[in-house]
């Protein structure tokens, strides 16, 4: 039905940026909420950000606030993660996620995943 493809990981140091970039499948996009996610080795997936069909409502993780911006364009079907400033403690696989709803932190309430970017902040 819906089918995700992230891009963007890689290795970094301390305070670098990187911009990871989820392309969705067909023109439904713009009917989809859509989240970031991550996982880091022996963690559960965390919520990092999320954001409404119309990019009217963005909920961010504590952890990344001020740091992470997360934006969309329906246009291209893409949902964007900006990270900045990256701390050794951001290293994790990070996964796109979507639902035909609002946006929420919560894993279990999405329905289409990416693969999932690495992204390896070294200190």
């Known amino acids: 039905q819906v089918q995700l493809v992230e891009s963007g990981g890689g290795l970094v140091q301390t305070g670098d940026s990187l911009r990871l970039s989820c392309v969705a499948s067909?023109?439904?996009?713009?009917?989809?909420?859509v989240g970031w996610f991550r996982q880091a080795p022996g963690k559960e997936r965390e919520f990092v950000a999320g954001m409404s069909t119309s990019g009217g409502s963005i909920v961010y993780a504590d952890s990344v606030k001020g740091r992470f911006t997360i934006s969309r364009d329906n246009t291209n079907n893409t949902v964007y993660l900006q990270m900045n400033i990256l701390k050794p403690d951001d290293t994790a696989v990070y996964y796109c996620a979507a639902r035909f709803a609002l946006p929420s932190t919560r894993p279990d309430r999405y329905n289409y995943w990416g693969q999932g970017t690495q992204v390896t902040v070294s200190s």
């Open positions: 067909g023109r439904t996009f713009s009917s989809l909420a």
